[in-house]
């Protein structure tokens, strides 16, 4: 009975705490309003009171799981290391973990719902721009210190993210051939070049 009331103290979170985890054990196919509403013990309808759509509890499910990464991210662009570890560290933290990954397998079904749920785009905008502009913060410290060459910081930070979205596609979605650790080398390659930086 207790663990039922602790449940509803923060409703929003554990839904999206119960979505992440169904995700995380079963993949995008197998999380339904059912499913999830089982999981929680609750009803689909309730979990419509919080959020009116699938559409909406992923996209909440994604920006809960961002908010949860975002304090790291801000770290490692802050930290006091040289640039180019920073730069490789922000890499790192981007591309997905493994085939399945679950923040990234809620960006992709995202992506694909915004063509149908234009109304999706904006939050989605938004996320993205948090890490366009870490990076661009990143680059412009690694050039103030003379670590960088000077160039266009947002321009860099368009072309690389790019570069990480395909790269990331590719090992979510589990591509036979594609490694992890080479498409990183891909990127921080194109980043040394780009930052003329001596390999």
């Known amino acids: 009975m207790a663990r039922e009331r602790r449940r509803l103290d923060r409703p929003r979170e554990q839904m999206l705490e119960a979505a992440m985890a ?3 054990e079963n993949g995008l196919a197998e999380l339904t309003m059912a499913g999830l509403a089982r999981r929680l013990g609750t009803s689909g309808g309730h979990i419509l009171y919080y959020f009116g759509s699938k559409d909406q509890v992923l996209l909440e499910t994604l920006r809960w799981s961002e908010d949860r990464l ?5 770290e490692l662009v802050g ?7 920073r730069l490789a560290a922000y890499v790192d933290l981007y591309l997905p973990t493994g085939a399945a990954d679950p923040r990234w397998l809620l960006w992709v079904d995202v992506w694909s719902r915004t063509i149908a749920v234009p109304e999706l785009r904006e939050t989605q905008a938004d996320l993205d721009r948090s890490w366009h502009e870490d990076l661009v913060r990143l680059v412009e410290s690694g050039v103030a210190a003379g670590e960088f060459a000077p160039l266009d910081a947002e321009a860099f ?5 790019a570069m990480l979205d395909g790269f ?3 090992i979510v979605i589990g591509v036979p051939g594609v490694d992890r650790r080479g498409l990183a080398a891909h990127a921080m390659g ?3 070049e780009a930052l003329s930086i001596d390999s």
């Open 22 to 24: 169904a995700i995380t």
């Open 79 to 85: 930290r006091a290391a040289p640039a180019i570890e």
């Open 168 to 170: 990331s596609t590719q």
């Open 157 to 161: 930070s368009v072309r690389l993210r």
């Open 70 to 74: 975002a304090p790291r991210r801000r």
């Open 190 to 192: 194109y980043s040394r």
